[in-house]
């Protein structure tokens, strides 16, 4: 619940609202207690459901959004390898081949529903905790690839982000990418993605 919880704040004075769509509905405890104990309880909705499917997400959109049917911002908080925490969760090591290669393609699932719900203007934002090729760069290209020009990677110019940029040209644009050798952090992926068409 903490991007979910922060997001909710910096709307708090727009009136805008989280919709906050968890998998594992024991999860939704968990964020309507954060939400209560930060003060933004007003601004977040929690639906248990799974957010590979469209269908769902509209719903919970037209229930929870005055009605909206699409958002103006997506965030997809992918389930990822988790090979970005080594130093505070060694036991991501232990993680066998089957489960690893089986991410990229549930992240594009993810990134696919997502699509179909942010509305023409509105961004994605794409977000891992692992510095693997397989589930950053090459699940964006996927994506961009069946999109076929209706999303553009954006570039970074918010002077808080440009020391974490990295430039994609061949997907053109820039992904944030922080590494713990380097940076003192988790090592971290994150692309906007604008819908154009």
């Not at 954060?34 to 229930?63: H, I, K, N, Q």
């Not at 076929?148 to 990677?153: I, P, R, S």
Request: net charge neutral; proline share 4%.
């Amino acid at each position: 619940g903490g991007k979910t919880t922060h997001t909710a704040s910096l709307l708090q004075p727009s009136g805008g609202v989280v919709v906050a769509v968890e998998l594992h509905a024991r999860k939704l405890k968990l964020i309507a207690e954060a939400s209560s104990r930060l003060g933004v309880a007003d601004a977040v909705r929690a639906v248990a459901a799974d957010a590979t499917d469209v269908g769902a997400l509209r719903a919970a959109l037209a229930e929870h959004a005055n009605g909206a049917e699409a958002a103006d911002a997506v965030l997809v908080d992918a389930p990822c390898s988790g090979m970005g925490t080594l130093r505070r969760n060694p036991e991501h090591r232990a993680k066998v081949r089957a489960q690893l290669d089986g991410l990229p393609a549930l992240q594009g699932r993810l990134l696919d529903a997502a699509a179909e719900v942010v509305r023409v203007g509105g961004a994605v934002t794409y977000s891992i905790c692992t510095p693997r090729r397989e589930e950053g760069d090459d699940v964006l290209a996927a994506f961009l690839a069946r999109k076929d020009g209706a999303f553009v990677l954006e570039t970074i110019d918010d002077p808080a982000l440009t020391p974490f940029a990295a430039a994609r040209p061949e997907l053109g644009g820039d992904v944030l990418q922080t590494w713990t050798h380097r940076h003192e952090l988790d090592s971290h992926f994150a692309a906007r993605l604008r819908r154009i068409r």
